[in-house]
Nanobody, 122 residues
């Protein structure tokens, strides 16, 4: 089995910083893209940032210059450093990982974490 678990959310004042982490564990052969999504109340889930296994990154326009995604392949972990947080960044942040399980050749499965709440007060 494979698990994807986020940590590090919380409450922060506008202008502050938070780092969220996501660790994948279990029968993992390799991990391709990893990403962070967020969903605010009454809104659809949106991509915040993604990173390939080689380190190529993509960001939503709304977070460019403020958020940084990184990963530690040895630990199967992806991070999202969030700076200059604003109230509109308030959402549940979800981790997504495209994982090839041991024994499944090159078949990629998409796994989601349970989400972590990030709340930014004004």
């Amino acid at each position: 089995q494979v698990q994807v678990v986020e940590s590090g959310g919380g409450l922060v004042q506008a202008g502050g910083s938070l780092r969220v982490s996501c660790a994948a564990s279990g029968s993992i052969a390799s991990i391709n893209d990893m990403g962070w999504y967020r969903q605010a109340p009454g809104k659809e889930r949106e991509l915040v940032a993604s990173i390939s296994s080689g380190g190529s990154t993509k960001y939503a326009d709304s977070v460019k210059g403020r958020f940084t995604i990184s990963r530690d392949n040895a630990k199967n972990t992806v991070y999202l450093q969030m700076n200059s947080l604003q109230p509109e960044d308030t959402a549940v942040y979800y981790c997504n990982a495209h994982i090839i399980k041991i024994g499944t050749a090159t078949i990629t499965f998409s796994y989601w974490g349970q989400g972590t709440q990030v709340t930014v007060s004004s």
